[in-house]
Structures are given as structure tokens and as C-alpha cells.
């Protein structure tokens, strides 16, 4: 793989949980693909902007925890195969290990097919470390009106208007904006099962893979709203689904999942629930069709 970016973490990106938040973890890695592109003559530095409307799916791991000061190193390659599908993964550049990586599949012909070929390519069984594990197969609900959603047993998490400083130069959302709004929501939903306090002083959610799926993209000026709703529970790992709405039009914009869990923010490890809370998120999982 190519190395595209380097760089590091810093205090203003980190979240309660003292590590790199998701939303600039995927800048890092939308950097890296980005820098990867250009460098290889597949997109044109004019063209960076049209970018976020040519991305259909986006399959992000989080293999391990980013702290602060940490120095990171951005890799690139493409993966053989049908369709144009792009791998990129953040790397601990002292230790070399993985701290997250991103499979970014492309609409077709929105990247020069013969600068692809001449691309670096990695096969599949190359890149173990980056293929989905929890979350296997697309959400599929762009039907779904915000009526119908609430009526599945999704809740309203996360509202406002997309901001021109979370777009590209055409006024588009950028993908690890997307990301941060619902990280940014995802407080009431946990909040609804876990004490603040408790939260934010001994434990926190921590994701360790989410796939977003477009069909649609936001644009500077536009309203938003982030449903959300559990989709399983298990002691030590929940999945969870996440739409977003442009309440304008009611059009469903994003289908997205997450595999998460509860962290000790003392030990910085997984901590297995107690019934109580696991009766609390059962309480709250959706109906999926």
C-alpha cells in the first residue's frame, strides 16, 4: 500500500473517551484515500469537491484506540475486483499496527477506469484486516418515510442544518462530517439507558465498525434529521441502525450501522453489562424488516 498521509492526533480531536473521535479519524482516512487518488491520476484536484457524490458505500473498522500525540501514517491501494472499490487504513506509525481502516466503494465511471488499472491494487484476501466482520450486508431502507421510521421504532437522535464549513467547495456533506453528526447525536440514545455521570466519568460507547450507505447527499442549507434505533444486544457488543432525513423533501438520504461497545475508560476495555442495561436496550430494538 502507499503511504498518502501522515499525521497525528491532537487534543481538540479527541472525544470523552480520551481517544481520536470517529469524525476525524475518517478525515484521516478520507485524506488518505483523497491524497491516494490524486497522486495516482485517477481524480483531479478540481474534481475533489464532486467527490462525496460518487461514494456509495463506506465500510470504516476501528481496530485500536488513538491517543493523543499519536503518530499515524495513511496508506492507499485499490482492491481487485468488479466495481471500483478503494482500501485505506491508519497505521501507529512507531508500532506499525492498524488503528482503523475504510473500504470506500464508487459509483461506476466516476473514476478514470485506465488510471485505476495503473494504480496500486491489492486482492481481497490481502486485506483480512479490513473486510466487514459484523456488518455483512447493506441497510436497505431509502423507502422508508420519517412516519414509517418512527412507526419501526426508530427515535429522533440528532437535528439541525448542514453548515457550509461541514461541505466541500460545492457545498456537498463530507462524509466524515456525516459521521460527526451522528457521533454527536448518539448521546440520546445512550442517554436513555446509561446515567450521565456514569458515562461520561467511568465508561463511554465506544464503535468498532459502521457502514454508511448513500443515496443522496446533503448539501450546505439543508435540514437534517439522524434516526436511530437498536438493532441487537449482547452483553458486550450492540449493533445499531442510523437514517438520516432531509425533513424538506423526506427523502431518506443515508442508511447507516454500527457494531459498538461500553467501555471502561479506566482499564480501556470492553466491560460486559449487567441485565439491567440490557434490558433497557432490548427495550428500545427496532423492527427491522
Aim: hydrophobic letters at 40%; one cysteine or more; aromatic letters at 6%.
Amino acid at each position: 500500500m502507499q503511504l498518502t498521509f501522515r499525521g497525528s492526533v491532537n487534543r481538540w480531536e479527541c472525544d470523552e473517551n480520551d481517544h481520536l473521535n470517529v469524525r476525524f479519524c475518517e478525515q484521516k482516512l478520507y485524506q488518505t484515500m483523497v491524497s491516494g487518488l490524486i497522486r495516482n491520476g485517477c481524480l483531479e484536484p478540481s474534481q475533489v469537491a464532486e467527490l462525496p457524490q460518487a461514494i456509495m458505500r463506506q465500510h470504516i473498522r476501528f481496530q485500536a484506540e488513538s491517543r493523543l500525540a499519536a503518530p499515524l501514517g495513511g496508506y492507499f491501494s485499490f482492491v481487485q475486483g468488479p466495481g471500483i472499490q478503494v482500501a485505506v487504513e491508519l497505521r501507529h506509525e512507531v508500532t506499525g499496527a492498524v488503528a482503523c481502516s475504510m473500504l470506500c466503494d464508487f459509483a461506476p465511471d466516476s473514476l478514470d477506469p485506465k488510471q485505476v488499472l495503473k494504480s496500486p491494487m491489492m486482492m481481497p484476501e490481502d486485506l483480512t484486516h479490513l473486510l466487514p466482520r459484523g456488518i455483512t450486508q447493506d441497510l436497505n431502507l431509502y423507502h422508508l418515510s420519517i412516519e414509517d421510521a418512527s412507526a419501526m421504532g426508530f427515535s429522533i437522535i440528532g437535528a439541525g442544518v448542514i453548515e457550509a464549513d461541514e461541505c466541500s467547495e460545492s457545498g456537498l456533506l463530507l462524509p466524515y462530517r456525516c459521521m460527526g453528526r451522528i457521533s454527536d447525536s448518539m448521546p440520546h440514545l445512550w442517554g436513555a439507558i446509561f446515567p450521565e455521570r456514569q458515562a461520561s466519568e467511568e465508561e463511554g460507547g465506544a464503535v468498532v465498525e459502521f457502514r454508511r450507505c448513500y443515496d443522496g447527499v446533503l448539501r450546505s442549507g439543508e435540514p437534517f434529521q439522524v434516526m436511530s434505533g437498536v438493532v441487537e444486544v449482547g452483553p458486550r457488543v450492540q449493533s445499531f441502525a442510523h437514517l438520516i432525513f432531509n425533513p424538506h423533501t423526506g427523502r431518506c438520504c443515508v442508511n447507516a450501522q454500527a457494531v459498538a461497545l461500553r467501555m471502561d475508560l479506566r482499564a480501556r476495555k470492553a466491560i460486559t453489562m449487567d441485565q439491567q442495561a440490557l434490558d433497557k436496550l432490548n427495550a428500545k430494538k427496532i423492527q427491522l424488516p
